[in-house]
Nanobody, 129 residues
Framework: QVQLVESGGGSVQAGGSLRLSCAASGRTFSSYAMVWFRQAPGKEREFVAAINWGGDSTYYADSVKGRFTISRDNAKNTVYLRMNSLKPEDTAVYYC??????????????????????WGKGTLVTVSS
């Protein structure tokens, strides 16, 4: 079992920055690729960013590429999402998830298949104009 707890959400003005954290329990954190999703009010959940087990491969949704950075610290069992140049359309509940899917599966299917092994409960990010 892996438990995921997100933190770092809040309210920020457009153009601002936030860093989300996702702390994982358990000793097998480094066995999982980690993924951030988000769900805006009235919209479906969508993929944001993913990082592989070792932290040397990352993958982003086109909407956040160049503005968001995913990273992980396996010694701290934590994955991060640094969000810069935030826009009102980034307003959403942000969820982290853990998966044992292969990296090739993630790159090929993560934008349409949200079959993760574990999910956090989310943290709210509100960006005002």
């Amino acid at each position: 079992q892996v438990q995921l707890v997100e933190s770092g959400g809040g309210s920020v003005q457009a153009g601002g920055s936030l860093r989300l954290s996702c702390a994982a329990s358990g000793r097998t954190f480094s066995s999982y690729a980690m993924v951030w999703f988000r769900q805006a009010p009235g919209k479906e959940r969508e993929f944001v960013a993913a990082i592989n087990w070792g932290g040397d491969s990352t993958y982003y949704a086109d909407s956040v590429k160049g503005r968001f950075t995913i990273s992980r610290d396996n010694a701290k069992n934590t994955v991060y999402l640094r969000m810069n140049s935030l826009k009102p359309e980034d307003t959403a509940v942000y969820y982290c998830a853990a998966t044992t899917h292969s990296w090739s599966w993630i790159v090929a299917l993560i934008k349409t298949n949200y079959g993760m092994d574990y999910w956090g409960k989310g943290t709210l990010v509100t960006v005002s104009s």
